[in-house]
Each structure stands twice: as C-alpha cells, then as structure tokens.
C-alpha cells in the first residue's frame, strides 16, 4: 500500500448536510465554504438556490448550467482536510438521487430548526442514514430565536428518531436572550456577541466546570439554568462514546446560529475531529473494499441529465471507493465489461467546474456520459474485478398514469421510458391484465425531468396523468388473490414481475391489513 495514497485518503472527509427546507442548510454550507476559503461572501450559495424560481421552473433553473451540477458537491480545503459535501436537495428538487446522494458520504449532519423540532424530510433523509449506520452529527440550528425548550429538543431526537443523543454543547439563554453556549465537551464557554458581554469570545472552566471569577454572564439566572441542566445531562444522560458515534448509535448534538455564525465553527472543528475519512464499501457478495487499495474503483449513484440541448450529455456522479484516479485512465464498467477511457471528466468546487487530474477514494468526479452509465455502475482500473453492492431502491410516493401523445410513437415512447428507468431516473409498474404504464417517484421534479427527457432524448412527448400520493406496499405472489384489489388499492406489478398495492391512504391501507390479517405487506427502503 502506498503511505502517500493512504494520507490523502485519510485527508478526505466527505459528508451530506440533511434537513427540512428551511432548517438553515444552505446558511451553514455557506459558512462552511466561508471556513475553508471556497467563497468570499456569504450569500454566494444562497443566490443560486433554486428556491428562489417558482416551482415549474424547474428548466429555468437548469438552464443556468453549472448551478445545480457545481452545487451538487462542494470542495474545499479546511485544516489540513479536503472537505466534500454532497447537497441533498430539498423541497421540488426532492427526488431518489436524493436519497442515493446518502450512499456515497460517509457521514451526515443533520440540521433542526430549533423551533420546529424534527420535521418530515429530516426524518426520512435520516432514515436511510440510519439504514448506513453512518455517523450523524446534529446541528441544533436557530439559537437567536425563540425555539422549543433544548430538553425537549433532545427528548425529541430520542423519541421520534429513537437515536441516542449527546449535547456537546449547550445554549446559555435563546432568543433575545442568548448568552452563550456552555462547551462540555471542550469545557469552555463561547460567548455570544463577545463585544457586548465582555470582550473575549471564549473562556475556560475551571475544575468545577464554572468561570473562575468575576464575568458578567455569571450575573445571569440564564447561567445558572444551564449550570443546572448541564449537570443533570452528565448524571442522567448518555455518556459520550466515540464507538457509538462511529456507529451510528449516538448522535453527537451542537447547538448554534448559522445566521449570526454563532458555534458553526466549533461545530466544524468537533466535527471533523470525529467525522470518518472513507471508509471500506461492500462488494454484492457483502466483502469490503479497502479505501486504500492502489487500485482505482468507484460506483455511480447519480446522472444528472444536460438541459442544454447543444449538448445531450449527461454527468455521471462517481463515488471513489479505492485507490486514485488519473485522467485519462482506462476503467472497465463491470455491468458490461467493456473498456472505458475517462478522459472528459470533472471535479467540483464551490463556484466552478474545473477539470480534475487526480482525485482519490472519498472524492467525487462527474464524468461526461453519451449513454454508457447506468445508476449503481461500478467502474474499476486494472484487475479489480469489483462489482459494488446494489443500491437500495426507495418506495415511490407520488405516481403517474403515462400514455404516449402519438400513437404513432410507440417505439420510442417505450425505449425511452425503459432507459430511464433502467437509469434509475423514475420508477415505473404496469396494471395487471391492461398494462398501463403508471411512473413512481419520490418527488415531483422526476416526473418534470422524465417529461422533458422524453421529449428531448427520445423524441416521445408523453401525457401524463397525476394518480395523486399512494402507499406502496408488495406482496408476495404467492399470497396474492386479486380479488383483493379494490378501488382504494389499485394492483400493479413493478419492473420485475413482482405485485404490489397503491394503497389510497393510510385508512385504505389499515382496512386491509384488518380484513386480511394474515398477509405481511413490504415497502422498500
Ligand atoms: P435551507 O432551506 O435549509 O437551505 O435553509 P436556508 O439556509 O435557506 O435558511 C432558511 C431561512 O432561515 C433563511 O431566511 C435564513 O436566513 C434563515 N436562517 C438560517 N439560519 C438561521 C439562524 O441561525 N437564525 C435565524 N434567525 N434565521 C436563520
């Protein structure tokens, strides 16, 4: 193993920041790149969100090429480290790439409004994190408002994400009235605004875990208050343990104001203090992979498709799973075993694509793609012979009734919509007995992205027809009798032949689980 190659891996940290719209990622990142040098001015990131552009215009915000590629993975140097964060996109940008994105990190940072606790997309992006048993660091965000009481914050954590928790930090007064955090891990106080309360931004504690001497927050019940909890969490909490971070186990929970930038960059230095550099992937026989094999390999968990029609390109996002890569290097994509030269390829950084020479395992490169790559591809130099393990396929929520608009289209209606979803870009099933084509998605920008491929990869202009949210739920073959079928529970079948239920709502759902006790109904992930 080459020791020059093994630092350089152990240099990378590469992470997914996951939240509700609105908790404040796109504040932290922005800090975050402010850290590492990457942008001058916050605001940079912020411009660029798509959430500025109403939701139908989704391809005005594609047309600003560079945006959504360039903010899909962020590189930056911090401290000796070579940061990747991977963007999860929230709110119409939602979609299965989303969730694929949570395969190729090795950590995640989690960030909750303080006010409003743990909501509905922080809760399913954590789920699939869990599923990885990857670190999660939380990031307690809006501090200079009023939020929720942070005990029941974290009794929150415990109960509805039924992780356990472990506050590094700890805020001294909210709102208008914040003081300060009390740093038990570093045991330490960050003062918040240091030039009105004293003039230093951080004190030590001493033995007792108090301010030696005379300091104006001590005249504080605010103080006191957080003396008080702090010493009820060390008696009666979780205690701190780097094996259940590294699990997954135990959630290490800082407190903090992207806003004001209050405690992000204490986080960031915690963070990365436990944050695991790559760490070995499975293969589909379930063998890990060393990060530290000479050899280059890697796996595909996102295409991004070129909106610019003079160029039909698409991006392919590559995961580094081992070794190095060159430009230029001959690769085998295993699914075919043919032979790849990957001299058009890109790395990332904060504000431009530039063109990447070398990258090694915990890095990201995009690869320019005429059609080869598929969605979960492993690519591999030399004798590797490695195929990664498939990755996992997530319960559509949303669907669609898909017809083509010319009869006359057929052909290219159908290999269109078998490339996509061969490329993972929407999920599709068939009626039983008719046949229809009905798409599954977990957000609404796929569909807005499958129409528009059709229409400009394949020629095919489709009608689509909204079914509305369904539950999805299979059931195994030889258990079903299509009888069951109803109209609350329309029976389809998926790609593979496999039958499954599109249940109305959760009332539908409950009713048949009733009637027909004895028959087990799956999701996937
Ligand atoms: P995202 O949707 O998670 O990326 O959230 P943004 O970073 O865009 O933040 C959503 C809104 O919350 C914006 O108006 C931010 O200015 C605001 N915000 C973010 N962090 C803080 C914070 O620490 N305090 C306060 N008061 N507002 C914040």
Request: charged share 25%; hydrophobic share 35%; with cysteine.
């Amino acid at each position: 193993m080459d020791q020059k190659l093994k630092e350089e891996v152990q240099s990378r940290k590469t992470f997914a920041i996951i939240s509700h719209p609105d908790a404040g990622k796109t504040t932290i990142t922005e800090q975050l790149l402010l850290f590492g040098g990457a942008i001058r001015q916050a605001g940079t990131v912020k411009g660029k969100k798509s959430g500025k552009f109403a939701k139908s215009d989704w391809m005005e915000i594609e047309k600003q090429r560079g945006i959504s590629v360039t903010s899909s993975v962020m590189q930056f140097d911090y401290d000796g480290k070579r940061i990747n964060i991977l963007d999860t996109p929230g709110h119409e940008d939602f979609s299965e790439d989303t969730y694929r994105t949570l395969m190729a990190v090795d950590s995640a940072v989690m960030v909750i409004d303080s006010a409003k606790g743990i909501e509905p997309q922080t809760k399913k992006l954590f789920k699939v994190c869990r599923m990885r048993g990857i670190p999660i660091f939380t990031f307690i965000n809006k501090l200079d408002r009023d939020g929720q009481e942070p005990l029941d914050l974290l009794a929150e954590l415990e109960e509805v994400l039924e992780i356990d928790s472990y506050p590094m930090n700890w805020p001294i007064g909210m709102g208008k009235g914040l003081l300060g955090l009390y740093d038990n891990y570093h045991k330490k106080i960050e003062i918040h605004r240091p030039e009105e309360n004293g003039g230093e931004r951080f004190i030590d504690l001493n033995e007792d875990g108090e301010i030696e001497g005379d300091h104006p927050i001590k005249m504080s019940t605010l103080y006191d208050q957080a003396l008080e909890d702090v010493a009820l969490l060390n008696e009666a909490g979780n205690s701190f343990s780097e094996e259940r971070v590294a699990n997954g186990e135990l959630t290490p929970v800082f407190f903090g104001s992207a806003l004001t930038n209050f405690g992000v960059e204490t986080f960031l230095n915690t963070y990365l203090d436990f944050a695991p550099s790559p760490t070995a992937h499975r293969d589909e026989d379930g063998e890990a992979i060393s990060p530290y094999s000479d050899e280059f390999s890697g796996f595909i968990f996102k295409i991004q498709a070129n909106m610019n029609p003079a160029h039909r390109d698409r991006i392919a996002f590559v995961r580094i799973c081992s070794g190095e890569f060159d430009r230029g290097m001959d690769v085998t994509l295993a699914r075919t075993n043919k032979k790849i030269k990957l001299g058009n390829s890109t790395q990332f950084m904060a504000e431009s694509r530039e063109t990447v020479q070398k990258a090694v395992a915990g890095d990201i490169i995009g690869l320019y793609d005429t059609g080869n790559f598929q969605i979960g591809d492993t690519l591999y130099a030399g004798k590797m012979n490695v195929q990664y393990e498939k990755l996992p396929q997530f319960t559509p929520e949303m669907f669609m009734k898909v017809n083509a608009k010319n009869v006359m289209k057929q052909k290219s209606f159908h290999k269109g919509v078998n490339q996509l979803v061969q490329e993972g870009a929407i999920q599709l099933y068939r009626t039983f007995h008719t046949e229809d084509y009905i798409l599954g998605a977990v957000g609404q920008l796929q569909f807005e992205v499958f129409q528009y491929r059709m229409l400009h990869e394949y020629n095919a202009e489709v009608v689509m027809t909204p079914m509305g949210s369904k539950i999805a739920r299979w059931i195994k073959p030889e258990d079903l009798d299509e009888n069951m079928s109803s109209s609350r529970n329309l029976l389809v079948k998926d790609r593979h032949d496999q039958p499954l239920f599109l249940f109305e709502n959760q009332f539908a759902m409950r009713w048949f689980a009733d009637k027909y006790p004895d028959i087990e109904l799956t999701s996937l992930l």
